[in-house]
């Protein structure tokens, strides 16, 4: 076999996408070397490699066992989780949450808004040295809580499936370290996570369809 023919190859291999469940940082990878980072010598890990980006972000929205039971949707006293279909339009009639965040600056600020109307719900931020990650999860849990408070029962939207899973296990897992600039970020993760473990709820989360919805009407407009 030539060297040739095996550079060939190896051009037209195909990219895997590997899932972390449990490591230093949960998340959809798209080569083994930032996985590896993530799992290498860490105690319990969890993580295992697909074909495909979709199917890999359904596992990790699943969660490690949920995943190995086949199920592709999850209900329990805290609300539904779902992966929306191809053949899904969004509901109008619901939330919609989104983030942003400078990347140089760290710079996050986060929204939620009418999915049909666009009407602007609620916006927090600026917040300084933060994350999008961090920004998607606290406008979902703001998001539950108004909904909630307000006894309006329809389902909420988020194109971060990150978020959901964080939402679902009741934490974040940021990396962000805390400093004195974002020591207000931190309080409120602090606060989410409270609320999350003090409060249940029947809201339908929905993962936003971005190849076939577009943009998250939540979506700050700056990509």
């Not at 798209?30 to 295992?48: R, S």
């Not at 979709?54 to 699943?62: D, N």
């Not at 989780?81 to 191809?86: K, N």
């Not at 600020?109 to 049909?116: A, D, F, K, L, S």
């Amino acid at each position: 076999m030539s060297w040739k023919f095996l550079k060939r190859n190896k051009v037209m291999a195909k990219n895997k996408y590997y899932v972390v469940w449990q490591g230093r940082m949960c998340g959809v990878f798209d080569n083994w070397n930032d996985c590896k980072t993530q799992v290498h010598e860490f105690e319990n890990a969890k993580y295992k490699s697909f074909e495909t980006k979709p199917e890999a972000e359904k596992a990790y929205f699943e969660g490690y066992k949920n995943y190995y039971k086949k199920n592709a949707t999850t209900q329990s006293r805290d609300g539904m989780y779902s992966i929306s279909t191809s053949n899904d339009k969004p509901i109008l009639n619901s939330l919609s949450v989104d983030a942003a965040c400078n990347m140089v600056t760290g710079q996050m600020e986060y929204q939620g808004v009418h999915t049909g109307t666009k009407e602007l719900w609620f916006k927090q931020g600026p917040f300084p040295k933060a994350s999008n990650n961090i920004g998607e999860f606290l406008a979902l849990v703001h998001g539950l809580a108004l909904l909630k408070q307000k006894n309006i029962n329809i389902p909420i939207y988020s194109d971060s499936i990150t978020a959901i899973a964080w939402v679902r296990q009741k934490k974040h897992k940021s990396i962000v370290l805390p400093t004195e600039q974002n020591e207000v970020i931190f309080d409120l993760l602090v606060r989410a996570e409270f609320w999350l473990q003090n409060n249940s709820f029947k809201t339908p989360i929905i993962k936003w369809d971005t190849k076939k919805w577009g943009e998250n009407p939540a979506d700050f407009g700056r990509k």
